[in-house]
């Protein structure tokens, strides 16, 4: 029997925005995959502060991101399980939830090359194969991985976008518009509950 190919995009999604949705359609297209799922960190491992919106609010802004697009869904499990979300925790839950699933951990073509310093990244490589979805100017050295890793990593184009969540947060303290690089359902959330008002130093 075939397994459905899932991808898998994770962060905090402080807030979602059309750099994110785009990583992820050109993820789903490279990969050939039937779906990705927008994975929310309820606190991300290499982040010393929690993100700037409560994890509520940043499930809220992924649902209606993607609302519409019959292949993309939310993955609620590291906001329901709290605490730190490492990789391998999360990859051995879903492996054990769904085994009829050939998971695909979409990360950006910088990251990449940090994957061997990943927490327990054997033992996430043999359950998962990663998309490294590169940018102009930024490509994935994968020769440069260990070999045993390197045979799990595919890279894929992601047009350059100079759009951040750090940007969009900053944008928001500062009452200006982010219009076109937030869906317009997520911004009219923002708005209406009042978040990101208050600068902050938190990184994208």
């Known amino acids: 029997m075939k397994k459905r190919r899932v991808g898998l995009m994770g962060g905090t999604f402080d807030p979602i925005h ?20 927008f994975m929310p960190a309820h606190l991300p491992p290499h982040k010393s502060a929690p993100p700037a919106a409560a994890p509520e609010h ?11 697009n019959g292949k993309f869904a939310l993955e609620p499990i590291e906001l329901d399980r709290g605490g730190r979300s490492y990789a391998a925790d999360t990859a051995a839950a879903l492996a054990a939830r769904e085994p009829d699933a050939q998971w695909y951990w979409i990360v950006g073509g910088d990251m990449a090359m940090y ?11 043999e359950r998962v194969r990663f998309l490294a979805m590169t940018r102009p100017g930024y490509p ?15 890279a894929a184009d ?9 940007a969009i947060r900053r944008r928001l303290a500062e009452g200006r518009s982010v219009r076109y690089v937030v869906p317009e359902a997520v ?12 600068a902050d130093a938190h990184d994208a």
């Open 18 to 37: 059309l750099g994110h949705l785009l990583a992820a359609e050109r993820a789903l297209e490279a990969g050939g995959l039937d779906e990705v799922r």
């Open 58 to 68: 940043r499930r809220a802004m992924v649902e209606l991101a993607i609302a519409g």
């Open 115 to 125: 994957l061997p310093k990943w927490n327990r990244i054997r033992e996430l490589a």
């Open 140 to 154: 994935a050295d994968l020769g440069r991985l260990p070999e045993w890793l390197r045979d799990r990593v595919t």
């Open 158 to 166: 992601m047009p350059a976008l100079d759009i951040s969540s750090t």
């Open 187 to 198: 911004e009219r959330y923002i708005r209406e509950k009042g978040l990101y008002r208050h």
